[in-house]
């Protein structure tokens, strides 16, 4: 099983692999494929659960989905999002709150969207036993404020700024840093700046590990992010197989023989 120590001591060492999954089947296969870590994300809100943003998300169903894969979960690690305005705002709901994903959801650690306002509460989740994984750069939590998904840290202060970020929240005592849609040279810099692997999406070559969103990597989606990579296209094979249904039960094809069952003792009812 990886553990969040093993992790940490993953930087500079073996490409770490993390996907995101929301429900159990996708999760046994993402275990059973050795994938490192399993990030139980907020995209949920867009890849599964019909939202324009992750905003609305809730505690409730971030919870309801960590549990249905740390379930189907053997060995990867379990991290769970928390969500928009469920950290951060108070100290005992957010320690509630985060606390509520590894007592009973059965979560390893928790990820927040990182920035000035998280780094205390990094401090004092890691103290409490709930580690932590920080996330810079593209915080789409913060879209209202961003106006938008775009590339973040493009110049000199604002990539200063990360950085100085990055280090305090490894100081707090983040076991690993998720970059978001930076430059590959910022992502490079911060990884070799800090001693926590850094975990990249949209970030280039040079950190400690790569995420992708699982809808986007099998196809799920009609959109997705330029900087992602689909490795199957599930989409079309779901929409020929339910139009082979459709067709098959209009034309009495479905179900055949071996699909029924006749009961010998079954007669007549009326
Ligand atoms: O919610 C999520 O899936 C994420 C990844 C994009 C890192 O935060």
Known sequence: MVSTRDLRERAGDDPITMLTAYDAPTA????????????????MGNAVLGYDSTLPVTVEEMHSRTAAVARATDDALVVADMPFLSYGVDDADSIDNAGRMLKEADADAVKLESGPHTVELTRRLTELGIPVM?????????????????????????AEHLLDLAREHEDAGAFSLVLEHVPANLAQQVTEAIDIPTIGIGAGPETDGQVLVITDVLGLDEWSPPFSKQYADLRSEMADAVGAFKQEVENGEFPADEHSHVEDDVDDVY
């Open 28 to 43: 046994s296969i993402i275990d059973e494929a050795g994938v490192d870590v399993i990030l139980v994300g907020d995209s």
């Open 134 to 158: 920080a996330h810079l750069g593209l915080t789409p939590q913060h879209v209202n404020q961003l106006g938008g998904y775009q590339r973040q840290g493009t110049d000199q202060e604002a």
